[in-house]
């Protein structure tokens, strides 16, 4: 299995288009823009989602119908940044397959984006009103600590 | 011994760039902060442009978004600041971290405005031709932002 996906990753990072972005000067930084112009929407609405449940910000509207608005946005940063993260990750794949900080990133991702479908199908319910359940504090709070996790260990992979 | 150098060197900087937990969480703080900046100007941009989150009026939801953009953008010069400081010397011989500056202060200037004119720009018949213009100027710079940010790498060792 670790062999054929490492196979995988160097039959990526081979393909014309990954070996055009690693090597021309301005591809690179205009995929990486891609990726944090997605990031931007994807975590940005998230975390005022979050937020919101936690009691802070705006009130003019429950939490629920609040984050109902931002779904479309979430989901469309969401694709933007994997587009953008996929052919950065084929630019060097088995160098980012091997990293300890990129594996780690990889899987608190998957969780992460696991984590915020449960929270978006929860959010109608617990922000009905301005008495949102502990539950969701809870919940909220520990995905704003996921997200943080999962930008410390990008952060990261340059170091391992 | 110019004011970059001494603020390269300055003890702060110093233990801030030595610790191999400071200069991480300084960055982390960086991203995090500048996708709330981002995120919450382009949702509001969005709204402008007509395509986003249309059950508040403009006033409302750039109301309720605005606080967070500020936040975000406190946060992100504080943070920067401090990757700036580990590096001045060869940030500010920097060409592409230059421009990057001109352009935020100019985007944010674009936010400024945007937050000023939401009242005025709320109609509900839809914003005026101004209110999109301006929000795709708003979207292109912090975009701008980005992708200086990016090419600073590009051009130097840091």
Redesign the interface.
């Known amino acids: 299995m670790q062999d054929a996906l490492l196979n995988f990753c160097k039959w990526l990072e081979n393909t014309p288009w990954a070996l055009f972005i690693g090597r021309s000067?301005w591809a690179?930084?205009?995929v990486?823009?891609i990726h944090?112009?997605g990031?931007?929407?994807?975590?940005?609405?998230i975390?005022?989602i979050d937020?919101r449940f936690l009691g802070l910000?705006?009130r003019?509207?429950p939490a629920g119908?609040?984050a109902?608005?931002?779904v479309?946005?979430t989901w469309t940063?969401l694709g933007i940044a994997v587009v953008g993260g996929t052919l950065l990750f084929a630019a060097s794949a088995s160098a980012f397959f091997r990293n300890p900080a990129f594996q780690i990133k990889f899987l608190l991702l998957v969780v992460g984006i696991a984590y915020h479908v449960v929270v978006q199908r929860k959010a109608p319910k617990w922000g009905v009103s301005e008495a949102v359940p502990l539950v969701a504090k809870l919940a909220t709070f520990t995905e704003l600590a996921l997200?943080?996790c999962v930008?410390?260990a990008?952060?990261?992979i340059p170091?391992h | 011994m110019n004011f970059f150098q001494w603020l390269e060197h300055s003890y702060v900087i110093n233990t801030i760039s030595n610790s191999k937990w400071m200069y991480p969480a300084v960055e982390v703080t960086h991203f995090f902060s500048l996708f709330l900046l981002v995120g919450t100007i382009a949702v509001i941009d969005l709204r402008l442009l007509g395509v986003a989150g249309r059950r508040q009026s403009v006033t409302e939801l750039a109301e309720q978004l605005f606080p967070w953009t500020w936040i975000g953008l406190g946060l992100c010069v504080l943070s920067g600041f401090f990757m700036f400081a580990a590096s001045a010397t060869g940030f500010v011989a920097n060409t592409q971290f230059l421009i990057k500056m001109v352009v935020t202060v100019v985007a944010v200037a674009s936010g400024v405005l945007v937050q000023r004119s939401t009242r005025k720009w709320d109609r509900p018949s839809g914003t005026p031709m101004l209110a999109k213009l301006t929000a795709i100027v708003s979207l292109a710079l912090w975009i701008g932002v980005i992708l200086m940010a990016a090419e600073i790498a590009n051009y130097s060792e840091l």
Do not use: M
Request: aromatic share 16%; glycine share 10%; charged share 5%.
């Open positions: 000067l690179y930084p205009v990486q823009t944090f112009t990031l931007s929407l994807w975590v940005g609405t975390v005022l937020l910000g705006g003019r509207q119908p609040f109902q608005q931002l479309p946005w940063g997200w943080i930008i410390t990008a952060v990261e170091n």
